[in-house]
């Protein structure tokens, strides 16, 4: 899997965008970006995922970069709800001997304050 | 929208003893996955199954653990002999298609609890 790197901890403002950034420079040609969150021990829960070009759904915008080598999460409208630990993931790619196992750092802690 | 379930969501259980932790993927997923966090760390990746074979295992699952999926919608985790140390939330996870595009969805886990 390739190596992501997170800032350990972000603050937010209630209803503004959060952005949080993940280095992912060891990346191959072919290895999706997958974003998860953890609501205090609840399980991981899918945010987003990208290959190349940028990504959006109902709950993030996600952005690589041209060379892919980093991405940013966005939360456009962050609310308390939002605080939680974000975890930017690289999965090996499957077909080789991994299987898509996800391997989880330590993430980003944002708290979402009023 | 549908979603992984698991049961139960907390298990006491005395050291030695064997427990099964049980799971309902989503419906049209092949593939199942199970990973643990004990309080305070980081999620692991315990076992990936897909085909009624394990098709990826990490080291902390050992001869104590088993996979099987008994009918078409559970998948269970087995604790042969249970130790102190395997107190932990144990977390299951279910894709459509095998990973690099399609995203592993979990429920929302058992937190075992041995004494």
């Known amino acids: 899997d390739a190596k992501t790197t997170q800032p350990p901890s972000m603050d937010c403002a209630e209803g503004r965008a959060a952005n949080l950034p993940c280095n992912h420079s060891t990346i191959s040609g072919n290895e999706y970006v997958y974003w998860y969150r953890q609501i205090h021990s609840q399980g991981p829960q899918y945010i987003i995922h990208?290959?190349?070009n940028n990504e959006t759904n109902e709950m993030a915008s996600l952005i690589i970069t041209e060379d892919r080598k980093s991405s940013t999460l966005i939360l456009p409208h962050a609310t308390l709800r939002d605080t939680a630990v974000y975890y930017c993931i690289v999965p090996g790619n499957a077909g080789g001997t991994s299987y898509g196992k996800l391997t989880f750092g330590q993430g980003t802690i944002l708290t979402v304050h009023p | 929208e549908p979603e992984v379930t698991q049961t139960p969501s907390h298990q006491v259980t005395q050291m030695g003893q064997e427990v099964i932790l049980r799971c309902v993927p989503i419906s049209n997923h092949l593939y199942f996955y199970w990973y643990r966090q004990i309080l305070g760390q980081k999620v692991e990746f315990l076992v990936s199954f897909y085909n009624n074979e394990i098709s990826e295992k990490s080291e902390i699952f050992d001869d104590q653990f088993s996979v099987e999926r008994p009918d078409g919608s559970n998948f269970t985790l087995k604790i042969r002999s249970t130790k102190l140390e395997d107190s932990a939330m144990y977390f299951c996870?279910?894709?459509?298609?095998?990973?690099?595009?399609?995203?592993?969805?979990f429920g929302d886990g058992t937190r075992l609890s041995i004494l």
């Open positions: 996870a279910s894709s459509e298609h095998q990973f690099s595009n399609q995203p592993q969805h």
């Open positions: 990208g290959l190349k």
